[in-house]
C-alpha cells in the first residue's frame, strides 16, 4: 500500500464525487458500473495531480485483477453451469420433488424450506427467487397467502446462497477478499446462520398456520406434470449439484469442482435428456430457455448464461479497480484509522465492521460492500487477534443479507421488476434478512470463541 500523498481537499472531492456517483446511479436507474468507471476517471486525474503517474495507477488496478482473476473465471463457469443444469433436468428435478412434497404441509413454512434448499444448489438469490420463487408466488392464491408475506419467506430463503452456497459469486467474493477457503469459513458461518434459520422457520410455521391448505392442488400436479412430460427426472440427478458441496468440503478448488460439474451437466444433457450438442453450447453462452404446452414452466426455467454474468462482472471488476486505487494510494488509510484507532475490543470491531457493510450496500452495491470492509479491516482483525473466518461471517450476515431489505438497491429493484410486489411490502416478512444481522451483533457478546 503506497503512502498517503493525496491532499485532505483532493481526498474529500474523490470520495464525494464517488458517493453521488453510485447515489446518482441506484437512483435513477443507471448500470452501476458507469459509477465506477466516472469516479475512476475523475480519481485518477487528481492522483496524477498528487503526483502517482499513469504507469503506477494502471499497476495498481493490475494488481486487483490478479487477485481476483479466479473469481472472474468462476463467475463466467457458474453462468454457464445454472443454465446447463436447467438443459440437464436438475433445476426442474428440484422443483418436481419440492412441489410433490410440499402438498398437504405448511404451505409458508415449506416455501421457506425448498428455497433456501434450492438456493444453495444454485448459487444465486436472482436465480432462485426468478424460478421457484416465482412458482411458489403462482401457487400462493391456492393456499390463501398473501403474496407479499410469502414473497418475504422466499427472500429469506433465497438471500442464503449469497451468504453460503460454495458456487455464489458474492460469496466466492467474500472468501477472495479475506482470502480464505469455503472449508474453513462454514462452520463459523453456521453459528450464526443456524439460530436465525431456526428462528425463522418457526415464524413461517406458525404464520403459515392461519392460512387454509386446499388438498386438491390441481397447479401444482400440472405444473408437476408438465416437468414430467418434457424432462427425463430422476432423484440421481440431484447428485450434480451435492457434488459441488462435496467438492468444496473436500478442499477442491472451486473452478475445477464447477468445471467438473458443468462437464458433467452437458453429458448428462446430451446422453439423458437426448439434447443437440449444438444447442448446448448456445446454452452455455445465451441461456436456457424451455418451450413446453405449459406456460407457469416456460417462465419458471429461464437462465442467461455466460453472457447474463457481464453486467455482474463489470460491476465487480469496477468496485474492484476503485477500491484497489483507493487502497493502494493511500487514500483511505486516514479514514480507516479514524474508524479503528480507538476500537479496543473485537464486540466493536464486529459492530463497526458491519456497519460498515450494511452502508457501503445500502449507499451502493453488495460488492463494495463486501471489498471494501474485507480488505481494508483484515489488519485491524489480525491486530485483535480475530480470525478472518470472523470478518467473512460478518460480512455476509449484515451487508450481504440486508441487500433486499433496501427499497433502492438492484436487489429490490430486481425483486419488484420481477414479483410486482414492493420492498415494504415484503420486507416486514424477509426475516432472515434482518434477524442475521441482529444475532451476528450479539454473538460475540455471547461466545469468547468466535
Known amino acids: 500500500m503506497g503512502e498517503n500523498k493525496i491532499s485532505e481537499k483532493y481526498t474529500y472531492i474523490i470520495l464525494i464525487f464517488t458517493l453521488i456517483s453510485i447515489t446518482i446511479c441506484v437512483i435513477s436507474g443507471i448500470f452501476l458500473f458507469y ?11 487528481l492522483f496524477i495531480k498528487s503526483g502517482f503517474s499513469i504507469t503506477e495507477l494502471f499497476n495498481m488496478i493490475k494488481k486487483g485483477f490478479c487477485e481476483y482473476k479466479s473469481l472472474f473465471i468462476l463467475m463466467a463457469l457458474i453462468g454457464a453451469m445454472i443454465s446447463i443444469w436447467m438443459a440437464s433436468g436438475v433445476v426442474p428435478t428440484m422443483l418436481y420433488y ?78 477472495e477478499t479475506v482470502k480464505i477457503s469455503y472449508k474453513e469459513a462454514f462452520i463459523p458461518i453456521l453459528k450464526t446462520l443456524l439460530p436465525a434459520y431456526l428462528v425463522s422457520g418457526l415464524l413461517y410455521y406458525f404464520i403459515g398456520k392461519k392460512y387454509s391448505i386446499v388438498l386438491v ?85 429461464v437462465s442467461g448464461g455466460m453472457i447474463s454474468m457481464i453486467s455482474v462482472l463489470l460491476i465487480i471488476a469496477g468496485a474492484i479497480s476503485l477500491s484497489s486505487l483507493f487502497q493502494e494510494t493511500g487514500l483511505i488509510i486516514p479514514i480507516i484509522k479514524r474508524i479503528t484507532l480507538r476500537i479496543k475490543s473485537k ?54 443479507v440486508i441487500a433486499p431489505l433496501i427499497p433502492w438497491n438492484v436487489n429490490s429493484l430486481f425483486i419488484f421488476i420481477t414479483t410486482g410486489i414492493p420492498t415494504a411490502a415484503y420486507a416486514p416478512y424477509a426475516v432472515l434478512c434482518y434477524l442475521l444481522p441482529i444475532i451476528t451483533f450479539i454473538f460475540p457478546y455471547l461466545h469468547k470463541d468466535l
Not at 459509477?35 to 486525474?45: D, G, K, N
Not at 432462485?128 to 420463487?133: D, K, P
Not at 473436500?250 to 437426448?274: E, W, Y
Not at 450494511?358 to 480475530?386: F, R
Open 35 to 45: 459509477s465506477f468507471l466516472s469516479s475512476i476517471v475523475v480519481a485518477s486525474f
Open 98 to 175: 419440492g412441489l410433490k412434497y410440499m402438498q398437504g404441509t405448511n404451505f409458508l413454512f415449506a416455501a421457506f424450506v425448498l428455497t433456501s434448499i434450492v438456493s444453495v444448489f444454485m448459487g444465486t438469490a436472482f436465480g432462485t427467487i426468478s424460478s421457484i420463487g416465482i412458482a411458489l408466488l403462482g401457487l400462493s392464491k391456492i393456499f390463501e397467502i398473501p403474496n407479499h408475506i410469502l414473497l418475504g419467506a422466499i427472500v429469506s430463503g433465497a438471500f442464503i446462497a449469497d451468504k453460503i452456497s460454495p458456487i455464489s459469486s458474492l460469496f466466492n467474493l467474500t472468501l
Open 217 to 301: 392442488n390441481s397447479n401444482i400436479d400440472n405444473l408437476a406434470s408438465a416437468i414430467n412430460e418434457n424432462f427425463v427426472v430422476s432423484p440421481l440427478l440431484l447428485l450434480l449439484p451435492l457434488s459441488i458441496i462435496i467438492m468444496s468440503f473436500l478442499g477442491m478448488n472451486m473452478v475445477k469442482s464447477v468445471s467438473l460439474a458443468l462437464t458433467s451437466g452437458i453429458i448428462i444433457s446430451i446422453g439423458l435428456q437426448k439434447a443437440n450438442f449444438n444447442d448446448i453450447i448456445i446454452v452455455i453462452f445465451t441461456g436456457y430457455r424451455v418451450n413446453t404446452n405449459s406456460v407457469d414452466l416456460n417462465t419458471v426455467l
Open 347 to 400: 464486540e466493536e470491531l464486529i459492530l463497526k465492521t458491519g456497519f460498515i457493510s450494511s452502508v457501503l450496500t445500502a449507499i451502493s452495491d453488495q460488492s463494495v460492500g463486501i471489498i471494501l470492509p474485507g480488505k481494508l479491516l483484515k489488519d485491524k482483525y489480525s491486530e485483535l487477534g480475530i480470525e478472518n473466518t470472523t470478518l467473512a461471517r460478518t460480512i455476509t450476515d449484515t451487508g450481504m
